[in-house]
T-cell receptor, first 113, second 109 residues
Framework: IAGITQAPTSQILAAGRRMTLRCTQD?????MYWYRQDLGLGLRLIHY???????GKGEVPDGYSVSRANTDDFPLTLASAVPSQTSVYFC????????????FGPGTRLTVL | GQNIDQPTEMTATEGAIVQINCTYQ??????LFWYQQHAGEAPTFLSY????GLEEKGRFSSFLSRSKGYSYLLLKELQMKDSASYLC??????????FGAGTTVTVRA
């Protein structure tokens, strides 16, 4: 069992380009989350999904969009990347919706120039 | 907004004990988590407290006082592999997790 996988591992992107970060889990967890982690700021929630077909906004959603077409996949899209979106992005999932422990993927390191 | 405070850095000697404090002010409370994160890796779950008191799990223990908005993570018999960042996270009234900035623990021989 792989748990949660993210792709790509790292990416350098020109400002203004569109980018989709992929996240897949094989644990059949209902809820999935996207966080960004910046030095000195800790993990901040971007978007979440409590179950397939639903999504919600977190603390820092501007400039990002998500979709949840099925249980396993939760892609994060940057429509037009800006340098302030340079960060490490972590996907997470939890079992019984929002009440259960969250488990994290390995992360994607994104640099926007 | 949520406010979660923990020290930035701590250093301790192999075999010693270190206590990482976390204070929080959140809109509602539905549990407190501690995660460990090694450099360049994902956070991994360590412990969960929702009621006051001490939860012990091997060399790691976590304490919670809801009335004081306070928790600590106790690491005993420190090993070199315990060098990592330790993240305090609080689940608020909307069941969202808010994280502190993390405490980097360095274990010296």
């Amino acid at each position: 069992i792989a748990g949660i996988t993210q792709a790509p591992t790292s990416q350098i992107l020109a400002a203004g380009r569109r980018m989709t970060l992929r996240c897949t889990q094989d644990m059949r967890h209902n809820a999935m989350y996207w966080y960004r982690q910046d030095l000195g700021l800790g993990l901040r929630l971007i978007h979440y999904s409590n179950t397939a077909g639903t999504t919600g906004k977190g603390e820092v959603p501007d400039g990002y969009s998500v979709s949840r077409a099925n249980t396993d996949d939760f892609p994060l899209t940057l429509a037009s990347a800006v340098p302030s979106q340079t960060s490490v992005y972590f996907c997470a999932s939890s079992d019984s919706g929002h009440t259960d422990t969250q488990y994290f993927g390995p992360g994607t390191r994104l640099t926007v120039l | 907004g949520q406010n979660i405070d923990q020290p930035t850095e701590m250093t301790a000697t192999e075999g010693a004990i270190v206590q990482i404090n976390c204070t929080y002010q959140t809109s509602g409370f539905n549990g407190l988590f501690w995660y460990q994160q090694h450099a360049g890796e994902a956070p991994t779950f360590l412990s969960y407290n929702v009621l006051d008191g001490l939860e012990e799990k091997g060399r790691f223990s976590s304490f919670l006082s809801r009335s004081k908005g306070y928790s600590y993570l106790l690491l005993k018999e420190l090993q070199m592999k315990d060098s990592a960042s330790y993240l305090c996270a609080v689940r608020d009234g909307d069941y969202k997790l808010s994280f502190g900035a993390g405490t980097t623990v360095t274990v010296r021989a």
